[in-house]
């Protein structure tokens, strides 16, 4: 199928398929011409793609570890052991950033309280 197809099909725009390739995510054959070709099960790969950054891994890291994600039912779930110990690290990092972000709105809601004081 062509990259139209493919976009269509997988709910992404063709800008967001031609990224995935940039980034070594997807690899479709080139016909001489130039279009791409892509085939029926990198419909569920742009899939894998998405929940994947959704979860907070950046390309890089999507690159290293889509070859270890299997589908399982519609769950993903990491089919190499030293895999699950990255995730765990990233979630990790997501939950710091949560903290810093949650003290950062309590700063403010303290500042945005202080102003609505009479004075």
């Not at 992404?12 to 080139?30: K, N």
Request: with cysteine; net charge neutral; charged share 30%.
């Amino acid at each position: 199928m062509r990259i139209g197809e493919l976009a269509r099909r997988a709910g992404v725009s063709e800008r967001a398929l031609r990224y995935y390739e940039e980034q070594g995510l997807l690899a479709p054959e080139r016909r001489p011409s130039g279009y791409r070709v892509y085939r029926a099960e990198d419909v569920a790969l742009v899939g894998r793609i998405r929940v994947l950054l959704a979860a907070g891994l950046s390309t890089a890291q999507i690159v290293e570890v889509l070859p270890c994600i299997v589908d399982d039912g519609g769950l993903l779930t990491p089919d190499c052991p030293e895999l699950v110990d990255g995730l765990v690290q990233q979630r990790d990092r997501i939950d710091e950033a949560i903290g810093e972000l949650a003290a950062t709105r309590t700063n403010l809601d303290s500042i945005i309280t202080s102003r609505r004081r009479p004075g």
